[in-house]
């Protein structure tokens, strides 16, 4: 049988490029907005996760970055979800080629682009929460006082870990109760149904994608990194016919390269949880729906080494009282080396593009 892709990449490189062009447009007006009302942390990050100083990444990360507003995952969160809406409000206007541009439907694209949104807004929380300073008012004043520093710095650790585990419940529950999922693909070995595991094993998923969202420390790493997964995720499900939500990833791929564009050396803003809590959690679910999960760990192999080497960074420290690295996560080490910041960004990049790779050859070999 002869199928005919011509329209299905037409349309995934139509919202591909819609979806760069209106982040690109929208970025000076947020940008003036962040600015104007000065979304940035008032201080340099002192401590480590585990306790502790950071000489390096103070040596490295300097006062001006103290003037660069949050909130660039904003671009992330908002503009694949209206592009989503904006051509399905366009399938009705009776023009047989608009409704072929709709890629929002139940079957592959409800479900990522509710868990975007969802993730996204718990992470705009907890940049509203790093970036807030106590208020003049008197009585609000009062109120800062005695519950800002129990929030002041962000929400806890703790707490973005719990928002995210109610997230990954509610998504397994989906898939697990009204899809019917109970199957992992393991490319080469076939489908292991795990019944009832099918659910813990989503929520610890989606946990370990987001413990990578460390990598959003450096100009540009973050935007390049995720590219280059939601790439190879849109190239998995055009593999497997599920176009729609290919052409999901293509838009989220469209909106990181107008994020890069302004983050790039030196930042106009940063991606903020707004953007990693949305990507991670988004990647997670779009993982599941291609049958994918085994490969999530290659495609992603810089989120594994960015958390991988946190971990053996605090284990480390709490069992032989000495590093492993000279700073964690893993690109900060780099920066300590010497290497300019730009270096291990472009390095990255290069890494990540050559997992993503390696992660669909074996996913579709498989």
């Known amino acids: 049988m002869i199928f005919d892709f011509s329209f299905p990449i037409i349309k995934i490189a139509a919202v591909g490029a819609f979806s760069f062009l209106a982040a690109f447009l929208i970025t000076p007006l947020l940008t003036h907005i962040l600015y104007a009302h ?8 002192t401590q480590a996760l585990g306790g502790g100083e950071v000489p390096f990444f103070q040596k490295f990360h300097k006062e001006g970055e103290t003037r660069t ?14 592009t989503a809406l904006l051509f399905f409000a366009l399938s009705f206007a009776n023009i047989a080629w608009l409704e072929k541009l709709n890629f929002f439907t139940r079957a592959q694209t409800w479900l990522p682009l509710a868990t975007l949104a969802a ?39 703790k707490f973005r870990f719990a928002l995210v585990s109610a997230i990954g419940l509610a998504g397994a529950w989906w898939f697990f109760y009204k899809l ?37 420390g450096l100009d540009g790493l973050a935007g390049g990194t995720f590219a280059s997964m939601f790439m190879a995720f849109a190239v998995i499900s055009f593999a ?13 791929v469209g909106s990181l ?27 997670t679910v779009v993982a599941f729906l291609t049958d994918s999960v085994a490969v999530l760990p290659v495609i992603g192999f810089l989120l594994v080494l960015e ?21 964690a996560p893993i690109h900060h080490h780099f920066e300590a080396l ?27 070999l498989g």
């Open 307 to 327: 958390s991988g080497s946190v971990i053996i960074q605090l284990l480390s420290k709490k069992l032989r009282k000495k590093k492993v690295f000279l700073a």
């Open 38 to 45: 000065k979304l940035w942390r008032k201080e340099v990050r």
């Open 257 to 283: 390269l107008a994020f890069l564009w302004f983050n790039i050396p030196p930042a106009r803003f940063y991606m903020g949880e707004t953007g990693m809590m949305g990507l991670t959690a988004t990647l």
């Open 69 to 82: 507003p949050r909130f660039g995952g904003i671009l992330v969160w908002v503009v694949p979800p209206l």
């Open 119 to 157: 993730a996204g807004a718990v992470g705009f929380l907890d940049d509203i929460v790093q970036v807030i300073s106590a208020p003049s008012n008197r009585l609000l004043k009062m109120v800062w006082d005695t519950i800002g520093k129990h929030i002041a710095g962000g929400l806890s650790l």
């Open 240 to 252: 497997r016919g599920q176009y729609d939500l290919a052409t999901l990833c293509i838009a989220i």
């Open 180 to 216: 019917g999922w109970t199957t992992l693909h393991i490319p080469g070995l076939g489908d292991f149904d795990i019944g009832i595991w099918y659910i813990p094993v989503f929520v610890l998923v989606m946990l370990a994608t987001y413990s990578g969202g460390v990598i959003d």
């Open 338 to 364: 010497g290497w300019p910041h730009y270096k291990v960004t472009m390095r990255f990049w290069v890494i990540g593009v050559v997992a993503a790779i390696l992660g669909v050859a074996i996913r579709l």
